[in-house]
């Protein structure tokens, strides 16, 4: 008489993992201002180009696992610093609609980054809702708003928010725009990070497409999950 058995394990999920609530639904806020089509020291190809590409291969990853929305700043017929649009609330199956809206921006605009995110936490509810926000940006705030200022009021407020700043290329010249907070800043790290600081997220600097899809997957994916399929024989 004897007896095996044989184990066998069904991946669930995808083995992304998240440094935030994989339940709460996230907005990404996505930089669509004129810096991202420029070049400049040691970027050859516009940011843009680039970002497209680590969006196409990170979002299908993501989507079965957490709702995703996404809000873009920058381009659009008001001034440089007013065009901040909400392109789509958080839904399942978000992968196509996010990336066809990237696809077809036309970089262009200042760069509002507080404006833009407390637009999308309101958007989000954060103050009754866990929620997460993504924050990928190639620069600094340039409207004159502050970021650090509003990270510690978005954090005492609401009731469960995270966060997570992504800076891509990010190139500082910290006497060219209006940027209140930049001192207390180095040259390369963008003022936004202040707002992770605050609400607990993470910061994340990335010069490649397999580095900005290495963070999008860390924030916005989900812990691997598995079952153990277990098959019993005896003789």
């Given amino acids: 008489m004897f007896r095996s058995f044989a184990i066998a394990c069904t991946l669930l999920a995808q083995p992304v993992h998240s440094s935030g609530n994989c339940a709460a639904d996230a907005m990404i806020v996505f930089d669509g201002s004129g810096s991202m089509a420029e ?111 509003l990270g510690e009021s978005l954090a005492t407020s609401a009731h469960d928010l995270t966060i997570h700043t992504i800076g891509f290329k990010i190139r500082i010249d910290p006497f060219s725009w209006d940027t209140p907070e930049q001192e207390s800043y180095e040259r390369n790290v963008t003022v936004a990070k202040c707002l992770s600081d605050a609400t607990g997220g993470t910061y994340a600097s990335t010069e490649t497409v397999e580095e900005l899809v290495a963070a999008l997957n860390e924030t916005l994916g989900c812990l691997l999950i598995g079952r153990a399929e277990t098959n019993f024989e005896t003789g």
């Fill in 39 to 149: 070049l400049g020291p040691g970027i050859d190809t516009p940011r843009i180009f680039e970002a497209r590409k680590a969006m196409r291969r990170a979002l299908p990853q993501i989507e079965p696992f957490r709702n995703l929305g996404l809000l873009i700043y920058g381009p659009g017929p008001l001034d440089g610093c007013s065009n901040i649009e909400l392109k789509l609330m958080p839904r399942a199956a978000a992968a196509a609609p996010i990336l066809a809206e990237v696809d077809q921006l036309q970089p262009g605009g200042m760069t509002p980054i507080a404006t833009s995110v407390r637009a999308a936490a309101e958007a989000l509810n954060f103050r009754e809702r866990p929620s997460t926000i993504v924050l990928i940006t190639d620069g600094n705030e340039t409207c004159g708003g502050t970021p650090c200022a």
